[in-house]
Each structure stands twice: as structure tokens, then as C-alpha cells.
């Protein structure tokens, strides 16, 4: 069974930072795409960012672009997420999920358990 | 960006019966890349179907998916305990939106 362990959520102020991390021991981490997927209440599922195998090229949805960046260390089998300049509406479980494939297109195979990120004052 | 619009957004149904869910998109959907998930509460999405029909690895065949362009279904054959569950559709050949979800309830 595949794992992916995420870690780095917590409670934050508007306007402040963030670095998510997801380790993924266990499997041939180059060789698959990876998502950071958010869920909120009021905004369901929605998917954030995007890296390829070889993180070669990344995607962001138009509501974090130029302020999280996805990034990947293949080295260390674990994906990151910087969250710069935080805002209400980025509260919610972010996910760490594999995709089936190096590059698009791909489905989301598996998931992590979700780490928890609050934004307030 | 393609929108997702999933019905009905709540199923009442007794275990033993057939579940019927269905996705739309707004526009088509390109080589079927359509994917449904379970979310069971407290965990995370669990993927079920890919390809629009293709079952992936573990799923019990009463899970069946179906469809094409811009309208899509999700079949349970015959509800188990353990299938009373918030499915969401997803679309991942462009813009990886998903639908709003539609909760299947012990009636």
C-alpha cells in the first residue's frame, strides 16, 4: 500500500507562511506526478498545485497562483508546499496525492491523511 | 474550466438496493478522464474508478462507471454497509475540478 505522509499544518495568521511537507517512502517516488488537493466546507475539493516526476514543470489553480509554490526533492522521496501570504479562504485539510503517471495526463491513485491548515487571527 | 455538477446531492437508500450517481460536465470531457472517489468520514478520497469505467486495484465490481462527453455515471450494484459514503466525480485531463459530491444515506 502505498504511503504518503504529510506534515507542517497548523495555525497562522493572515498575510503569513506556511511550508508543507510529504514524505513517500515505500515506492519509486521520480517516476510519479504529485498534487497537493485541498477540502474545505465551503469550497469542497479542490485541486492546488501540480509537479511532474522529474519537476520539470509545475501547475497552480488561478486561487494560489503567485503564492504557493510546489516543489520536490527526489532525493528525500518527499514533496513540499510553501504557502506564502495567507488568507481566510485557505483553511482546510491539504492532501498530498500521487498521480499515475510521471507527466499528465494522470489520475489521483492515492492519497495522504491530510494535514490541517488554519488561517486566523 | 470544466464545472462539475453531480446528482442527486443526497441518496436514501436501504443496504441491498442499486445506487444510480450522476456527473455532468459542462463541456466534453476529452478521452473519458473521468475519475470517481469515496470519502468515508475523517479519510481521505479513495479512488474507485478511472478512465470513466475502469475500476482500479481492490474495488469490488459493483462499483461500475459509465459514460462519455459531457455525462457520466456511477453504478453500485448492491449497497453494503460499508458503501454509505460522500462520492465526488473529477475531471483530470485539464482542469482537475472535481464535482460537489453526492452522499449516499442509510434510508
Known amino acids: 500500500e502505498v504511503q504518503l505522509l504529510e506534515s507542517g499544518g497548523g495555525l497562522v495568521q493572515p498575510g503569513g507562511s506556511l511550508r508543507l511537507s510529504c514524505a513517500a517512502p515505500?515506492?519509486?517516488?521520480?517516476?510519479?506526478?504529485m498534487s497537493w488537493v485541498r477540502q474545505s466546507p465551503g469550497r469542497g475539493l479542490e485541486w492546488v498545485s501540480a509537479i511532474t516526476g522529474g519537476a520539470d514543470d509545475t501547475w497552480n489553480a488561478d486561487s494560489v497562483k503567485g503564492r504557493f509554490t510546489i516543489s520536490r526533492d527526489n532525493s528525500k522521496n518527499t514533496l513540499y508546499l510553501q504557502l506564502n501570504n495567507l488568507r481566510a479562504e485557505d483553511t482546510a485539510v491539504y492532501y498530498c496525492?500521487?498521480?499515475?503517471?510521471?507527466?499528465?495526463?494522470?489520475?489521483?491513485?492515492?492519497w495522504g491523511q491530510g494535514t490541517l491548515v488554519t488561517v486566523s487571527s | 474550466e470544466i464545472v462539475l455538477t453531480q446528482s442527486p446531492g443526497t441518496l436514501s437508500l436501504s443496504p441491498g438496493e442499486g445506487a444510480t450517481l450522476s456527473c455532468r460536465a459542462s463541456q466534453s470531457v476529452s478521452s473519458t478522464y473521468l475519475a470517481w472517489f469515496q470519502q468515508k468520514p475523517g479519510q481521505a478520497p479513495r479512488l474507485l474508478i478511472y478512465?470513466?469505467?475502469r475500476r482500479a486495484t481492490g474495488i469490488p465490481d459493483r462499483f461500475s462507471g459509465s459514460g462519455s462527453g459531457t455525462d457520466f455515471t456511477l453504478t453500485i450494484s448492491r449497497l453494503e454497509p460499508e458503501d454509505f459514503a460522500v462520492y465526488y466525480c473529477?475531471?483530470?485531463?485539464?482542469?482537475?475540478?472535481f464535482g460537489q459530491g453526492t452522499k449516499v444515506e442509510i434510508k
Open positions: 515505500g515506492f519509486t517516488f521520480s517516476n510519479y506526478a
Open positions: 473529477q475531471e483530470y485531463g485539464s482542469s482537475r475540478t
Open positions: 478512465g470513466a469505467s
Open positions: 496525492v500521487r498521480g499515475s503517471a510521471s507527466g499528465r495526463p494522470y489520475y489521483f491513485d492515492s
